[in-house]
């Protein structure tokens, strides 16, 4: 069975002892950019900027969108005034801080060898940096950032590690799969207890040999005993399992940013293509989504909110498209009513108890069930149009 597996960069793959190396990075960028902004505002930007891409849940805009909404303001510069000295500074002065790096022993056999085997392998390292910089490091490791299926870089994506929605929406850009899952990584909180929240296997390098480190929760060692494990395992052991409410939560926070992030670049006759003749377009799924979402989940929510254990009914959305004619909308207006109509949902989750999780209900379809069932619905509906969403592109 396919596995994939989810690699952090720093201090998993690359030695980079980031207690040294971000202050080295902070006071190089300020050296650099001293003609044009005096070193403490800059640094007093930079750090204000980092911390609001931490704190971001917003699936709407990017990290660069947030960083770049903070940043420039404080320095009364636009941003095309000091692009191209940034740059300039990540072309040719980013690369001297190599130096503070190493390369690890066991990081390049171990992806050579998951690579040989078939293994999709993603960079899941915090996106709190330029793709440029991203790019450089994982040369400084010994790799070709095109080897990769997915880097995650400020530009394209949006929450950092500290959310378990990060992790949503890394493998919703990689088609929601289907298949056993592993985060590896040597930060507890921004590597492993986030990946676990949305219910995936992890394992924590520690730089320790552990002589049986399996893959369950709390596994740990070196990449090497990783190597070792894997070879032999059950990798059906990896399977994830995306039922609990931050699970949920996690999924349907991310849609918005997978769908953004998948969708930036389709053009107008992209939209309307069809693949086959029964098939629908990207602009009809997007519409499905859209009214499904104000129509169908809106009201389930409401009808939670209004009756101690109401009948959910499931109207049927399959006439929708040529009732509707949703071919003929514009995709990505579309996209955008449906980021706020997700908007609302997720507005209204942040409210629920952990009591009214447990809240029973009765299904059309399902029969008896739970407020979290019923949202649980709602997140794997999400995972299924972002297979198909994804399949699409994949044929463009």
Not at 30 to 33: E, G, H, Q
Not at 65 to 68: K, P
Not at 320 to 324: G, L, V
């Given at each position: 069975?396919?596995l994939?597996?989810l690699?952090?960069l720093?201090d998993?793959?690359?030695d980079?002892?980031?207690?040294?190396f971000i202050p080295?990075?902070f006071q190089?960028l300020?050296?650099?950019?001293a003609?044009h902004?005096?070193?403490?505002?800059?640094?007093?930007?930079?750090?204000?900027?980092?911390?609001?891409?931490n704190?971001s849940?917003?699936?709407s805009?990017?990290?660069s969108?947030?960083?770049?909404d903070?940043?420039?303001p404080?320095?009364n510069?636009?941003?095309?005034?000091?692009?191209?000295a940034?740059e300039?500074?990540?072309?040719n002065?980013?690369?001297?801080?190599?130096g503070?790096?190493?390369?690890k022993?066991?990081a390049?056999?171990?992806?050579?060898?998951?690579s040989?085997h078939?293994y999709r392998?993603?960079?899941a390292t915090?996106?709190?940096?330029?793709?440029?910089?991203?790019y450089?490091r994982?040369?400084w490791?010994?790799f070709d950032p095109?080897?990769?299926?997915l880097?995650?870089t400020?530009?394209?994506f949006h929450?950092?590690k500290?959310h378990?929605a990060?992790?949503?929406e890394?493998?919703?850009r990689?088609g929601w799969?289907d298949?056993?899952?592993?985060?590896?990584g040597?930060d507890?909180e921004r590597?492993?207890?986030?990946?676990?929240k949305?219910?995936l296997?992890?394992?924590?390098?520690?730089g320790?040999?552990?002589?049986s480190?399996g893959a369950e929760?709390?596994?740990r060692g070196?990449?090497?005993?990783?190597?070792r494990?894997?070879e032999?395992?059950d990798?059906?052991?990896?399977?994830?399992n995306f039922n609990?409410?931050?699970s949920?939560?996690?999924?349907t926070m991310?849609?918005?940013a997978?769908?953004?992030?998948?969708?930036?670049?389709?053009?107008?006759?992209?939209?309307?293509?069809k693949?086959?003749t029964d098939a629908?377009?990207l602009?009809?799924?997007l519409?499905?989504l859209?009214?499904t979402?104000?129509?169908i989940?809106h009201m389930?929510l409401k009808?939670f909110?209004?009756?101690?254990?109401?009948f959910i009914?499931?109207?049927?959305?399959?006439v929708?498209?040529?009732?509707?004619d949703?071919?003929?909308?514009?995709?990505?207006?579309?996209?955008?009513?449906f980021?706020a109509a997700r908007?609302?949902?997720m507005?209204a989750?942040?409210?629920?108890?952990p009591?009214?999780?447990k809240?029973?209900a009765?299904?059309a379809?399902?029969?008896?069930?739970?407020?979290?069932e019923?949202?649980?619905?709602?997140?794997?509906h999400d995972?299924?149009h972002?297979?198909q969403v994804?399949?699409i592109?994949?044929g463009?």
């Open positions: 069975m396919p994939t597996l690699l952090d720093d998993t793959l690359l980079t002892n980031l207690s040294a080295a990075y190089a300020a050296k650099d950019l003609p902004i005096d070193p403490s505002l800059m640094m007093r930007a930079l750090l204000h900027g980092t911390n609001l891409m704190q849940d917003d699936f805009r990017t990290l969108d947030v960083f770049d903070a940043f420039y404080q320095l510069l636009s941003k095309d005034k000091l692009l191209p940034i300039n500074f990540y072309d002065i980013f690369p001297s801080l190599q503070l790096t190493a390369q022993p066991d390049q056999p171990f992806v050579k060898w998951a040989a078939g392998i993603a960079i915090d996106p709190l940096l330029p793709r440029k910089a991203t450089h994982l040369r490791a010994g095109e080897q990769f299926e880097v995650t400020f530009e394209g929450f950092s500290t378990a990060y992790y949503a890394v493998l919703g990689m799969p298949e056993p899952i592993l985060m590896v040597n507890l590597d492993i207890h986030p990946a676990q949305l219910g296997a992890t394992f924590h390098v520690d320790e040999s552990a002589s480190p929760a709390g596994a070196t990449l090497t005993d990783l190597h494990w894997l032999s395992a990798v059906k052991s990896l399977l994830p609990s409410v931050d949920i939560l996690a999924v991310s849609t918005p997978v769908l953004n992030g998948l969708l930036s670049e389709v053009t107008s006759e992209q939209w309307r293509r693949s086959s629908w377009t602009t009809e799924l519409c499905h859209r009214d979402e104000r129509e989940h389930q009808l909110a209004e009756q101690d254990e109401p009914p499931r109207p049927d959305t399959g929708w498209a040529s009732q509707r949703y071919l003929h909308e514009n995709g990505a207006t579309v996209l955008a009513e980021n908007q609302t949902t507005s989750l942040k409210n629920i108890s009591d009214d999780w809240r029973k009765r299904h379809i399902f029969g008896p069930t739970t407020f979290q019923v949202v649980g619905f709602i997140a794997e995972r299924l972002i297979q994804w399949s592109l994949k463009l």
